[in-house]
């Protein structure tokens, strides 16, 4: 079993930044992926970014590219969403996942566990 807990939500203005931490428990951290996800109001989850276990794999959506950093810190069981530059479309639901049979991907059918969610608001 793993435990996921995010923080670091809340609300911005468009071209500002936050930081989305998720703590994780229960299994050795450094063993797994790790992912983050979003889901906006009548919208699909969708996928956000994922790191390797080591941390030097990292795969990113378009829509984030360039401006949202994922990292991880096995010392701390803590992942990271660095968020910069946000606009108004980045609003939603920020989700962790722990992929512990994976490298992680963009697919959250390969993720085990979940978090509760962080919201995240963008104000223009």
């Known amino acids: 079993q793993v435990q996921l807990v995010e923080s670091g939500g809340g609300l911005v203005q468009a071209g500002g930044s936050l930081r989305l931490s998720c703590a994780a428990s229960g299994r050795t951290f450094s063993n797994y992926a790790m992912g983050w996800f979003r889901q906006a109001p009548g919208k699909e989850r969708e996928f956000v970014a994922a790191?390797?276990?080591?941390?030097?794999?990292?795969l990113y959506a378009g829509s984030v590219q360039g401006r949202f950093t994922i990292s991880r810190d096995n010392a701390k069981n803590t992942v990271y969403l660095q968020m910069n530059s946000l606009k108004p479309e980045d609003t939603a639901v920020y989700y962790c996942?722990?992929?512990?049979?994976?490298?992680?991907?963009?697919?959250?059918?390969?993720?085990?566990?979940w978090g509760q969610g962080t919201q995240v608001t963008v104000s223009s």
């Open positions: 790191i390797g276990y080591t941390g030097r794999r990292t």
């Open positions: 996942a722990a992929d512990v049979y994976g490298l992680g991907s963009g697919s959250s059918h390969e993720y085990d566990y």
